[in-house]
């Protein structure tokens, strides 16, 4: 199984502030046959379900502010938000779908300083 | 726009069964794999299981195999979840989710299984 671990497990950031989240995984995630890396980053706000922001490690859901971006490649990826705006404290998860059993990092909590 | 709605969820004693329901509208359910992931209170994301267009392929995580049977409706566009010999352990609210092939796009609010004496 592909093992996900996020950091860090929480982060204050002040508004307008960049916020800076990483994700590792145990083994590559990018395909050799389509050059693609099997990761994608879910936002869940409290009392709502998940919600796809950025998917191909880098490729932002159609409606997704442009502040979220997302990098990295093979094990290594990285989810940005440029300048934090209150509405994005939320639990934020990596999510590998490179083979199954398709498995999520721990979240990371993101908070307003 | 897409809806997946969860039915089915509920308090059930510890060895006994629930039957959870996705009705999705929206897109064309027939063409989209589909998955389940689960939430305990309180903590992260687990994937369950997902199944391919036609049934062909089925996956599920390594705690729930012999328990848990994944299926689909596609002329009713209908995910199901039959759980079996439940357990403490699989409290959690469950979500469908949809999408093409292992990546899923879009979630279902969810419903919540308490699994209790």
């Known amino acids: 199984d592909i093992v996900m671990t996020q950091s860090p497990d929480s982060l204050a950031v002040s508004l307008g502030e960049r916020a800076t989240i990483n994700c590792k995984s145990s083994?590559?995630?990018?395909?050799?046959?389509?050059?693609?890396?099997?990761l994608v980053w879910h936002q869940q706000k409290p009392g709502q379900p998940p919600k796809v922001l950025i998917y191909?490690?880098?490729t932002r859901e159609s409606g997704v502010p442009d502040r979220f971006s997302g990098s990295g490649s093979g094990t290594d990826f990285t989810l940005t938000i440029s300048s934090l705006q209150a509405e994005d404290v939320a639990v934020y998860y990596c999510?590998?779908?490179?083979?199954?059993?398709?498995?999520f990092g721990q979240g990371t909590k993101v908070e307003i300083k | 726009e897409v809806q997946l709605v969860e039915s089915g969820g509920g308090l059930v004693q510890p060895g006994g069964s629930l039957r959870l329901s996705c009705a999705a509208s929206g897109f064309t359910f027939s063409s989209s794999w589909m998955t389940w992931v689960r939430q305990a209170p309180g903590k992260g994301l687990e994937w369950v299981a997902n199944i391919k267009q036609d049934g062909s392929e089925i996956y599920y995580v390594d705690s729930v195999k012999g328990r848990f049977t994944i299926s689909r409706d596609n002329a009713k566009n209908s995910l199901f979840l039959q759980m079996n010999n439940l357990r403490a352990e699989d409290t959690a609210v469950y979500y469908c989710?949809?999408?093409?092939?292992?990546?899923?796009?879009?979630w279902g609010q969810g419903t919540l299984v308490t699994v209790s004496s």
């Open positions: 989710a949809s999408g093409g092939g292992f990546l899923f796009h879009y």
């Open positions: 999510q590998q779908y490179y083979s199954a059993p398709l498995t």
């Open positions: 083994q590559s995630v990018l395909s050799s046959s389509n050059n693609k890396n099997f």
């Open positions: 191909w490690a880098s």
